[in-house]
């Protein structure tokens, strides 16, 4: 069976581990894993901001290249996920003949850890960490998607170690370009969830989505703390030959 | 009444980890406990605030046939009614009708809409005395502060705080035992009710069938200001009406346990009119004061969905950016995500471009509206129209249509990702520490990840081809 | 401004139909399906969490033993045949209790000096038109004899509420043929006695209201 991976534009540039720890889960599990090369940017920062327009024309992108392909879209963000699920329906809506293929597009759209517990069943998961692990479930895909409980479950399927998290359900502060449009507030909520995310007592950080894990992970740095950051995929995906830059 | 400070960043700076937001940040979590408590107990709270949901957006649809309705019942019950078209028509009337009774003392009880009306100082002008008796509206007017709060005004006030504010306004000796302080504004507050002339009160909600008005207090102080004087003014926004008395059941079954988490505040006030001819006491007059003040062009607007908000303050309580940078920040009266949908649709987004980007969109004030207003969807449109009128961060334009470009250009796109991969290389550590310009924002409190060495395009060129 | 200019905007802005849509007509109330449970139990439960006091039995005694608690004062109530103990007022008399009948001039001075005199009232003593099992309310209906005073100014109030008035909750007894808001100027429903938590979210009883609810269920 043919699925297809929307990588997202910080997974692209900034974390190609998670992308490729996807590839190789899918690939394990028997389904034949397609990267529509033409893909780019959902949109999100753009529709976030308001700039409707620029929004529209990457979401007519995106639905364009993937409406071509076939099988569920699996997205390792649960943010971009509900970007096409919720919005590509209206932003598309004054294109007529995009809307169909978008409101597709939208139907075949998975986040990773949902595709993972729902359609893929728990079996098989590596545990390529001996140490302990916090989870960070964002906002996006908590309360869009209704993911409640979904990473914890992979990581506790994969045997690691897991500590909870206190004010698991509260934002970690970055929104998208919030993050630099109010750095002050934006790093001021960020600083209760780092002490929530100290206080567990993990060594790792881990995450759905990459662009809260790059605000946490930056802001850990900051604060000198040795912890790791991950996307979840990485945690439970061991590496492979070939993917490391010769 | 509005912050001196210019913009929404430059007040929230100044605010954040300051004792004052952190009391505001304890408050609202302790507020957001008891209002999960109060759902947890109730299983019915889902479909009644669906019903809730259901009302509100019915009566905002068919909002002319209701105001019309409500008006002709509260004449039939007989209430005057006052249609002000802006704050001035408003204050204008109400003078008048102070002029007219003579009233020299007037009591207030907690109103949100005369705070945006600003009432208070248009009544003194007259050099009558107007007194907020709510409790947490009188230490503000005391301290002549601003609510930082729709719910409770003085969420962001110490009690060391307030009893100095009470030893030096009223003489009393100082304490900081928030039982004594209370006994001392009740004493203070007590014969003022009693010879007050004239009352003034907001309103939760008017019901259309029946003329009604309710307003919830836990003082009881709501009730002294319509009871004790001789004359009892009522101001409305207009979109505070419900059809029914059913309806404001519903209503009713929702607001408190969203707000403070009771099952009901200790007063719900319903006024059907003034005094009728056998009852012992009460207001002889009733006026009810239904105010414009820009509602109409929210309704007419893309976020006319929030004009069905009935102010609990649950999601101000659970909001990120509210807990952070408390009330003030906000610069109007209306504070939180409510209040960053409401003041820029109400008062205009000119001088509030950055109201709608006071948020990180996380959502979790939908989770706890009581009527599932979709602020998140507010803001974001909100934003759209700031981005045509004014833009509230100038390199955001630039930035998105560079970004847009790049995205709708596949080979464009890798070759950013390239160039990235490039300029990634030669970062030591794989971590930056300082970036110029709106990057400069991210590292002032984050170190900034360098690009991987191999962007995920090229792994899979490099591994599966095209 | 001109109700027909203020409506006539209304409308303009309605045209432009920016409002989700909603359900059109009325559905008819939402009576919450609450399992069935002893009232009053409930009643006394939910009564006691908000800090007021439930009594059952005599009456006329758990009055006397009020009054011995908190001492002999003028009292304000509802008049006789308004409430559920026809003797509760001449017990409260006998007493030592001082009566003030609640009714108040139209004459603007004179009311002034009435509710002035107030001021030192010690004890409310009114019936009820329903009560809430619930939430713990009680609903107290304006009219004929019954101050509204009497719920208001004392430190103490006491009510008198028949068992067979108690619904399950609010929207049981707003559906109940007997509800009718709009035959008095002034329906409160009662949750407890008078509270705030405005200081550092610090329950405080006795704001501006009583500071003590009693319920006397007969």
């Known amino acids: ?246 | ?466 | 401004m001109e109700r027909d200019a203020f409506l006539e905007r209304v409308r303009a802005a309605m045209t432009r139909g920016r409002v989700p849509s909603a359900r059109d007509g009325d559905p008819g109330p939402l009576v919450p399906d609450l399992p069935p449970t002893d009232l009053v139990a409930l009643f006394s439960e939910s009564l006691t969490r908000v800090d007021g006091h439930v009594h059952m039995g005599d009456p006329l005694q758990v009055l006397g033993e009020i009054v011995e608690l908190h001492g002999h004062g003028p009292f304000i109530s509802w008049d006789v045949d308004q409430l559920p103990e026809r003797q509760a007022i001449g017990y409260l008399e006998r007493s030592g209790c001082t009566r003030i009948d609640g009714t108040v001039s139209r004459d603007p001075d004179s009311r002034h000096i009435q509710q002035i005199g107030y001021m030192d009232i010690h004890i409310g003593l009114t019936g009820a038109e329903a009560a809430f099992a619930e939430t713990g309310s009680i609903v107290l209906r304006s009219g004929a004899g019954r101050p509204r005073m009497a719920s208001l100014v004392p430190l103490i109030h006491i009510a008198l509420v028949s068992i067979d008035r108690l619904f399950r909750s609010p929207m049981h007894w707003l559906t109940d043929p007997t509800a009718d808001i709009t035959k008095a100027a002034n329906v409160v429903y009662i949750t407890g006695p008078s509270r705030t938590a405005d200081i550092e979210q610090h329950l405080n009883l006795g704001v501006h209201g009583p500071r003590e609810l009693h319920v006397i269920l007969m």
């Open chain 1, 1 to 246: 069976m043919k699925v297809q991976l929307f990588v997202t534009c910080l997974v692209d540039a900034f974390a190609p581990d998670a992308g490729r720890a996807v590839v190789h889960l899918l690939e394990d599990h028997g389904l034949t894993v397609e990267f529509p090369f033409d893909q780019t940017c959902c949109g999100q920062p753009a529709f976030n901001v308001g700039h409707r327009d620029e929004a529209r024309a990457m979401a007519a992108h995106t639905v364009k290249v993937l409406d071509e392909t076939e099988g569920s879209i699996i997205i390792p963000s649960g943010s971009c996920a509900v970007m096409m699920i919720e919005h590509y329906g209206d932003l598309l809506s004054d294109q007529p003949e995009l809307v169909a293929a978008g409101e597709r597009v939208a139907g075949r759209v998975r986040e990773f850890t949902q595709f993972l517990v729902d359609d893929l069943g728990l079996d098989g998961l590596d545990r390529v960490s001996s140490e302990s692990v916090v989870f960070h479930p964002s906002c996006h895909g908590l309360r869009g998607l209704g993911l409640d409980g979904y990473g914890e479950r992979v990581l506790d399927a994969s045997g690691i170690e897991r500590c909870e998290l206190g004010g698991a359900d509260e934002c970690c502060g970055f929104g998208g370009l919030f993050s630099v449009e109010m750095p002050e507030v934006s790093t001021a909520i960020m600083n209760t969830k780092l002490d929530n995310i100290e206080a567990s007592g993990a060594r790792t950080l881990a995450g759905y989505d990459l662009s809260c894990l790059m605000h946490l992970a930056g802001g850990l740095r900051r604060r000198g703390s040795p912890m790791q950051v991950s996307h979840i995929a990485e945690l439970i995906v061991a590496d492979r030959d070939g993917d490391r830059v010769p």
């Open chain 2, 1 to 466: 009444m509005r912050s001196p400070l210019e913009t929404f960043v430059e007040r929230a700076a100044g605010e954040v980890n300051t004792p004052k937001t952190r009391a505001v940040d304890a408050g609202a979590r302790l507020l957001t406990v008891k209002r999960l408590q109060s759902m947890t107990e109730y299983p019915e709270m889902d479909s009644m605030r669906d019903r809730a949901r259901e009302i509100r957006l019915h009566t905002l649809a068919h909002l002319d046939t209701y105001l019309e309705q409500f008006a002709d019942s509260v004449g039939a019950v007989g209430g005057r009614v006052f249609f002000a078209g802006d704050a001035a028509e408003a204050n204008q009337y109400i003078r008048q009708v102070a002029e007219d009774v003579s009233a020299q003392l007037i009591v207030k009880s907690k109103s949100m809409v005369t705070e945006e009306i600003e009432l208070n100082s248009s009544i003194e002008a007259d050099g009558r005395s107007v007194v907020e008796t709510d409790l947490g509206e009188f230490i503000i007017q005391l301290s002549e502060d601003r609510p930082s709060h729709i719910v409770a005004p003085v969420l962001h006030k110490t009690r060391q705080e307030i009893g100095a504010l009470f030893e030096r306004e009223l003489g009393v000796a100082y304490t900081e035992d928030p039982v004594e302080l209370n006994q001392i504004a009740r004493g203070h507050l007590r014969s003022l009710f009693l010879r007050a002339d004239m009352g003034i009160s907001g309103v939760n909600f008017g019901v259309a069938s029946t003329g009604s008005i309710c307003l919830v207090t836990n003082e009881g102080n709501g009730r002294l200001v319509t009871t004790a004087p001789r004359v009892h003014v009522a101001v409305m926004g207009m979109e505070r009406v419900v059809p029914t008395p059913g309806d404001l059941g519903v209503m009713l079954e929702v607001l408190a346990r969203s707000a403070t988490g009771q099952r009901l505040t200790a007063y719900t006030n319903i006024v059907t009119g003034p005094r009728r001819k056998d009852d012992p006491d009460g207001p002889e007059e009733l006026h009810v004061v239904i105010l414009d003040n820009g509602r109409p062009d929210v309704l007419g607007s893309s976020t006319a969905e929030i004009l069905a908000c009935i102010r609990c303050g649950a999601c101000l309580n659970v909001c990120p950016v509210y807990r952070e940078v408390g009330g003030h920040a906000y610069g109007d009266v209306y504070s939180g995500p409510i209040g960053a949908v409401l003041s820029p649709s109400l008062f205009g987004l000119a001088g509030r471009e950055q109201l709608p980007y006071a948020s990180t969109l996380c959502g979790a004030c939908v989770d706890v509206c009581p009527v599932r207003i979709e602020i998140p969807d507010l803001l974001v449109a909100l934003r759209e129209r700031a981005a045509n009128e004014s833009e509230a961060f100038g390199w955001l334009g630039p930035a998105m249509s560079a970004y847009e470009f790049a995205a709708t250009r596949p080979r464009a796109w890798r070759a950013g990702l390239s160039t990235g991969s490039l300029l990634g290389r030669a970062v030591r550590g794989g971590w930056v520490g300082r970036l110029p310009g709106p990057g400069s924002a991210w590292t002032s409190s984050r170190d900034f990840p360098a690009p991987a060495d191999q962007s995920f395009h090229a792994w899979w060129r490099r591994n599966h081809g095209t």
